[in-house]
């Protein structure tokens, strides 16, 4: 594991070796049961190898947006914030107080905004008010969106917010969104 995460611990390593390295380590998430002990162990080898500090100094490094790299990133995140308490804490230390999700939401990318809303809504908890985004944006993704599941995501999100941080009375969703794009979803949720 220390040979094949040797390039990635590099700031400067060359994009398309950081991609397939993340890839590469997300396999056994596809071959082994979620229930095995092998992909215990697996997720325990890349917490004690401090694979999520790893992956986020790549996300936080300033550069060009990279679509790819940043959702096989997120992706392998999210399934160690599934697998593993542990990982859940080491995310939030490394991403506390600073705008990752505020950040994150702003991409044009209905997969990264989906798994970023995923990751977020595991944290949530864990996560100080500085690193929380913003109502608005959730809003906004309510607003724009022709994808269900974002809408969805981002309503449950809006909701844990509120609990945590009343929005601000400008916040609010319109009567019009809210029937357009919140009652569909909500429908959808109390029929399955």
């Known amino acids: 594991l220390e040979m094949i995460l040797m390039p990635i611990n590099d700031e400067n390593v060359n994009r398309e070796i ?5 890839k590469l380590l997300s396999l056994p998430f596809i071959s082994l049961s979620t229930e095995s002990q092998e992909c215990d162990s697996y997720v325990g080898s890349l917490m004690d190898a401090n694979v999520p500090k ?3 100094m790549h996300l936080k490094t300033p550069e060009e947006i990279d679509f790819e790299k940043t959702d096989v990133i997120l992706q392998l995140l999210l399934r160690l914030a599934l697998r593993h308490s542990k990982a859940c804490e080491d995310i939030t230390v490394e991403i ?8 994150l939401l702003q991409y044009e990318s209905d997969d990264i905004k989906d798994t970023s809303l ?3 809504l595991k944290l949530l ?3 100080n008010e500085d690193s929380l985004p913003d109502h608005e944006t959730l809003i906004e993704i309510i607003r724009k969106s022709d994808n269900s599941d974002l809408v969805e995501k981002s309503m449950l999100c809006m909701i844990q917010l509120q609990l945590r941080k009343p ?7 319109s009567k019009q969104i809210f029937t357009d794009r919140c009652l569909p979803v909500l429908d959808n949720l109390t029929v399955t």
């Open 167 to 173: 929005a601000n009375p400008t916040a609010d969703i």
């Open 18 to 22: 950081l991609c397939r390295t993340v």
């Open 96 to 103: 506390n107080n600073n705008c990752f999700f505020q950040d």
């Open 54 to 56: 790893i992956l986020l």
């Open 118 to 120: 995923c990751l977020l």
């Open 125 to 127: 908890p864990h996560l």
